[in-house]
């Protein structure tokens, strides 16, 4: 049997997806279920976690399963990823190996791998989870590598609920570039691109310059979702008229990537566009628009304490379906 993994959700059809934004939906209205009696996941974290390790844990936890949290270099051992290499330096052991005796353990894996910011060249192939896919023998999850997918499906479900359908199509979707100190991963506003032209919608990517635009490879999912799926793409770097008449408004930071790991460079455009905040009198200019971030949000920098707190705020609705997606795609990987 061909083992099928969670790496993202291009690679699943739509007819696929609505299928699991249902059955989380359903687990959101009963939260207890028996999917993984039985069963256990073991959730690798590379990188921090608050939301995704606690929903996840969580999650296998009220369908019946166990989960086991590792965090390779800290409680477990430094792993190499690079096929042919001499393990004369930090790792211990190869993906090779940790992958196929984990899947002889487990029913599912869950890995959490964020971008070196050195090089984005070979940041953008994504080696860490593709290499568990490789080797494992059970089911992967994506749990945030260069795209975040569970955070896609949270987020389409809090739009479906606060819009009262599963049909998206005509709605004004504004993805919108905030500033941060900080250079961040492209992950978030790769998986809102894809999933807003999944869905159908008119998309705006709003964004400082041209340098902002994301990898050619996201902006290509794009265009072939609004050619298979109806809606629109659309290029801005001007927030009022990208704002105006809008029905969501999706915020995220992110890095310029022609200046991948020479932040320095970047930190002038990127301190220009502070004005990039989502504040009450963008917000006016949209059609009643709802507001959501994937959190962790910095207040009075990403978005406003007016916006954050406002009723047009689902973003903590979004952040809670988290758990209900991810219990959706355990139950279906774990059943297949």
């Not at 990188?47 to 390790?53: D, E, L």
């Not at 984990?102 to 953008?124: C, E, M, N, T």
Request: proline share 5%; charged share 20%; net charge neutral.
């Amino acid at each position: 049997m061909t083992i099928r993994h969670f790496l993202s959700t291009q690679d699943w059809s739509r007819a696929d997806l609505d299928t699991l934004l249902a059955q989380a939906a359903a687990f959101k209205r009963a939260k207890a279920g028996n999917q993984l009696a039985g069963k256990a996941i073991a959730l690798l974290f590379f990188n921090p976690s608050m939301r995704t390790r606690t929903s996840f844990e969580l999650g296998a936890f009220q369908l019946g399963g166990h989960a086991i949290v590792l965090q390779p270099g800290k409680d477990a051992w430094p792993i190499e990823f690079d096929i042919g290499a001499v393990m004369d330096a930090e790792a211990e052991e190869h993906v090779a190996e940790v992958a196929r005796v984990l899947s002889r353990y487990v029913d599912l894996i869950g890995v959490r791998a964020f971008p070196k910011f050195q090089d984005w060249a070979i940041d953008r192939e994504d080696r860490v989870i593709h290499a568990f896919a490789k080797y494992a023998t059970v089911p992967v999850i994506n749990m945030e590598t260069i795209t975040h997918p569970m955070q896609e499906l949270a987020h389409i479900l809090a739009l479906q609920q606060q819009f009262g359908t599963t049909d998206l199509r005509g709605r004004k979707y504004v993805l919108t570039w905030t500033y941060h100190p900080k250079p961040l991963n492209t992950a978030v506003a790769n998986s809102a691109l894809q999933i807003a032209t999944r869905f159908g919608m008119d998309v705006t990517l709003l964004c400082p310059t041209p340098e902002y635009l994301l990898d050619p490879r996201y902006m290509d999912f794009a265009r072939r979702n609004v050619a298979d799926n109806g809606g629109s793409l659309t290029i801005s770097h001007d927030p009022a008229s990208a704002y105006r008449g809008a029905h969501v408004v999706y915020a995220k930071s992110w890095g310029a990537l022609p200046y991948f790991g020479r932040w320095a460079n970047e930190k002038p455009i990127r301190d220009a566009h502070r004005h990039f905040i989502v504040d009450e009198a963008k917000m006016a200019l949209t059609d009643h628009g709802v507001f959501s971030h994937c959190l962790p949000l910095r207040r009075n920098v990403k978005a406003t304490d007016a916006v954050m707190d406002s009723p047009a705020c689902i973003a903590i609705d979004e952040a809670e379906n988290r758990l209900h997606v991810q219990k959706a795609v355990m139950a279906a990987l774990a059943n297949q």
